[in-house]
């Protein structure tokens, strides 16, 4: 059996009780985001937890801002200005999206998006972050020459596509294939 941790250098802080609820939201929901499993997936007492957070309601408000950071943090990468062509940007977070390199992100995207659908606060979040990378990539659609309303629309079916095709069951070597991803990438970026 494991031991439990006891001296200071060993006692988890936020940041580890947050990164092992966002690993339990992936694997089974936000129903598997709970004080008792974390704590002993941590191999730690609940006590260590009520340290750290008020209770499970303030450990996922926390969740929440801690994944919408990373988010905000991940698209500045994605989409700022490193000398590359807009278009190239463009087709690089396609890439991104595409490669799936990412599986437990984009199960906990799913997880925060289907918890969205029952709260207000995540639903919040979960907006805010939306409406960043819309912003974001009708910024790289007007840089292409879109109009504004072009550029958003465009902007729209792009994310609506990166999203929608990880819903789908369709077999991932369609999605390699070259031919298809460059046609895929036209009809989206159009350049």
Do not use: C
């Amino acid at each position: 059996m494991p031991r439990k941790r006891t001296n200071v250098s060993e006692r988890l802080g936020r940041a580890e009780w947050i990164e092992a609820a966002l690993g339990r939201l992936a694997q089974g929901g936000l129903d598997e985001v709970r004080v008792e499993v974390l704590a002993k997936e941590l191999n730690v007492t609940k006590g260590s937890f009520y340290w750290h957070f008020r209770d499970r309601s303030d450990l996922l408000d926390q969740l929440l801002d801690s994944w919408r950071d990373g988010r905000l943090l991940s698209l500045s990468g994605q989409v700022g200005d490193n000398g590359e062509a807009p278009d190239v940007r463009l087709r690089r977070i396609l890439d991104v999206y595409l490669d799936r390199a990412n599986p437990r992100g984009m199960a906990i995207e799913m997880a925060i998006r289907d918890w969205a659908r029952r709260d207000l606060i995540a639903r919040k979040r979960v907006r805010e972050i939306d409406a960043e990378r819309l912003r974001l990539v009708t910024g790289l659609f007007a840089q292409l020459g879109y109009e504004t309303n072009d550029a958003s629309t465009r902007a729209l079916a792009y994310y609506s596509f990166i999203f929608g095709q990880g819903l789908l069951a369709i077999p991932k070597s369609s999605l390699e294939n070259g031919r298809n991803r460059a046609s895929i990438a036209a009809m989206l970026i159009g350049k």
